[in-house]
Nanobody, 122 residues
Framework: QVQLVESGGGLVQAGGSLRLSCAAS????????MNWHRQAPGKPRELVAA???????NYADSVKGRFTISRDNAKNMVYLQMNSLKPEDTAVYYC????????????????WGQGTQVTVSS
C-alpha cells in the first residue's frame, strides 16, 4: 500500500557531504512524522532525525549541527543533508514514516524503506 524508496547513499571521505532522499508513494492520505534512522554493523538501529508535519525537527546529539532534515509535503519526500561526515556516520540509513492511507484513514501505521548504505572513509 505504501512504499518508501531511499536514494543518495554512497562512499565519501571524512569531511564530505551527502544528501539522502526518500520518496513515499501509494495510497497515502496523510503523513505525520518522517524520520531517518541508521544502523551500523553490530549496533542497534538509532533515530537520527525527525521532522513533523508542522515542520518542527529533532536530531540525535551526535548529528546536531551537521545534519539537516527537510520534507516536501506536496511530493511526500523527506531529505537528509549530511555535512562534515565522520567515519562513525557509516551505516545503513533508513527512511521511516507514520502515515494514514486512503483505505484506513483513521489509523497511523509505520512504514520503512529498504535502506541506503552510507560509508565514510577516514
Amino acid at each position: 500500500q505504501v512504499q518508501l524508496v531511499e536514494s543518495g547513499g554512497g562512499l565519501v571521505q571524512a569531511g564530505g557531504s551527502l544528501r539522502l532522499s526518500c520518496a513515499a508513494s501509494g495510497n497515502i492520505a496523510s503523513i505525520s512524522v518522517m524520520n531517518w534512522h541508521r544502523q551500523a554493523p553490530g549496533k542497534p538501529r538509532e533515530l537520527v532525525a525527525a521532522i513533523f508535519s508542522v515542520g518542527s525537527t529533532n536530531y540525535a546529539d551526535s548529528v546536531k549541527g551537521r545534519f539537516t532534515i527537510s520534507r516536501d509535503n506536496a511530493k511526500n519526500m523527506v531529505y537528509l543533508q549530511m555535512n562534515s561526515l565522520k567515519p562513525e556516520d557509516t551505516a545503513v540509513y533508513y527512511c521511516n514514516i507514520r502515515a494514514r492511507t486512503t483505505t484506513d484513514p483513521l489509523t497511523y501505521y509505520a512504514y520503512w524503506g529498504q535502506g541506503t548504505q552510507v560509508t565514510v572513509s577516514s
